[in-house]
C-alpha cells in the first residue's frame, strides 16, 4: 500500500528561516506524491522512498520492528545540515508498506516506484525495512535497465541472504532469488562473517559464482586490496545496485538490528566501502536495511542510518 509522509515528520530545529547556508534537511525536503509526479529532471535530484515491511524478517525466524524504520529514520535526517548544491532537489515520495502478510506484492508495489524515479532520472534512496526491501528495488532496477545490460548487486551484510525459497521467500533469500531470474545478474557481498552463515550458505555462494569478501580480511587485511576486488566487480557490471544490510556494523555500533554481528564492521570501515562503490558513477539506486527502531533503545541505530544515507547523499552530490 502507498502512504504520502506526513509533513510533520520533516521538522526539527531551525536556526535561520531565510539563510540557506543554516538551514537543515526538514527545511529543504519536498514531500510529493509519486503517483501524481511525472517531471522528469534535468538536474540532480534524490527521491527518498520507504519500504514498511518486516514480513521477510518474520518469515525468516527474526525480531520484527524494521516496519517502525523509515519514519524513524527520516525524523533522524530531519535536522541534518543543509549542504548540498542548490541545484539538486531532494524529494521525499512516501511509504511503500507491506499488509497482510503480502510481501511479494508490496515488493512489486516498491520496484514500480523506484522503476518510476529512474525514469524521471531521480536518483531512489530506499529506506527499509527488513532485507526483503532489496527484491523490491532489484525489480524496479530490472525493470529500468535494458534486457542486455549487466546489473551488479554489492551487498554489504554480514550475511549471504541465499537461502532456499521453495517453500517461501524471506529476508533471507532475496539473492538466490534474483540470481536464478535474471541471468544478466552477478552478486557480491561485502562484510560477510565467518560465524553467521551455515556452511550450506557459503557452498550456495560457490556454486552461484558469487564474489564475497569476510568481514575478517576487511577488518584484518589490506583494506585497498580488498577494495580493489569491489572495483573489478563493478567494472564487469553496466548498472550497480547498492543494498546494505544494517547487521554489517559491529552490534555495540548498531544493537538495533534483527541479527546483530559481535564482530560487525566499523561506521568508518563501512562508509569508506561506500564511498568507493560510489566514486565509480555506476551507482543508480541506494537502499539500507534492517533497522529496528523497537530494539534500538538509545538510538544509536537510527541515527547511524541516518548519517550512512547523508554519507550517500553527499558522495552522489560531490
Ligand atoms: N537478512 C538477514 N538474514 C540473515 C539472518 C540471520 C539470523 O537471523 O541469524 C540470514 O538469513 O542468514
Ligand atoms: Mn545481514
Ligand atoms: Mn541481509
Known amino acids: 500500500m502507498y502512504h504520502l509522509t506526513d509533513q510533520n515528520i520533516w521538522s526539527g530545529r531551525i536556526d535561520s528561516e531565510t539563510v540557506k547556508e543554516m538551514f537543515r534537511l526538514h527545511q529543504v525536503v519536498q514531500v510529493k506524491n509519486l503517483t501524481s509526479f511525472h517531471e522528469k529532471q534535468s538536474d540532480l535530484a534524490i527521491g527518498i522512498i520507504g519500504f514498511k515491511s518486516d514480513e521477510g524478517v518474520r518469515r525468516n525466524q527474526g525480531r520484527a520492528g524494521a516496519y517502525e524504520a523509515p519514519d524513524e529514520i527520516r525524523k533522524s535526517l530531519a535536522s541534518l545540515p543543509y549542504r548540498f548544491p542548490d541545484h539538486m532537489n531532494i524529494f521525499d515520495f512516501g511509504n511503500v508498506s507491506c499488509e497482510d502478510m503480502k510481501l511479494e506484492k508490496a515488493q512489486e508495489e516498491l520496484g514500480e516506484a523506484v522503476s518510476k524515479l529512474l525514469k524521471l532520472n531521480i536518483f531512489p534512496l530506499i529506506i527499509g525495512g527488513g532485507h526483503e526491501v532489496a527484491y523490491g528495488h532489484f525489480l ?173 547523499m553527499y558522495n552522489i552530490a560531490y
Open 140 to 312: 524496479g532496477v530490472q525493470s529500468h535497465v535494458q534486457s542486455k545490460d549487466k546489473i551488479g548487486i554489492v551487498n554489504i551484510d554480514a550475511h549471504f541472504d541465499m537461502r532456499p525459497y521453495d517453500e517461501m521467500t524471506s529476508s533471507g533469500t532475496m539473492f538466490r532469488q534474483i540470481l536464478d531470474q535474471n541471468e544478466n545478474c552477478g552478486y557480491f557481498c561485502a562484510g560477510i562473517q565467518k560465524a553467521g552463515n551455515t556452511q550450506y550458505l557459503f557452498d550456495i555462494a560457490k556454486s552461484y559464482g558469487c564474489d564475497y569478501i569476510l568481514e575478517e580480511e576487511i577488518s584484518n587485511g589490506e583494506i585497498k586490496e580488498e577494495v580493489n576486488k569491489i572495483h573489478q566487480f563493478i567494472d564487469a557490471n553496466d548498472h550497480i545496485m547498492l543494498t546494505l544490510c544494517s547487521d554489517v556494523f559491529g552490534n555495540s555500533y548498531a544493537p538495533g538490528v534483527s541479527a546483530p554481528s559481535p564482530f560487525g564492521l566499523s561506521p568508518k570501515t563501512v562508509r569508506y566501502l561506500i564511498k568507493e562503490i560510489l566514486s565509480s558513477k555506476k551507482v543508480f539506486s541506494f537502499d539500507i536495511a534492517e533497522i529496528n527502531p523497537l530494539l534500538d533503545k538509545t538510538g544509536e541505530t537510527v541515527k547511524l542510518a541516518a548519517y550512512i544515507i547523508y554519507e550517500v
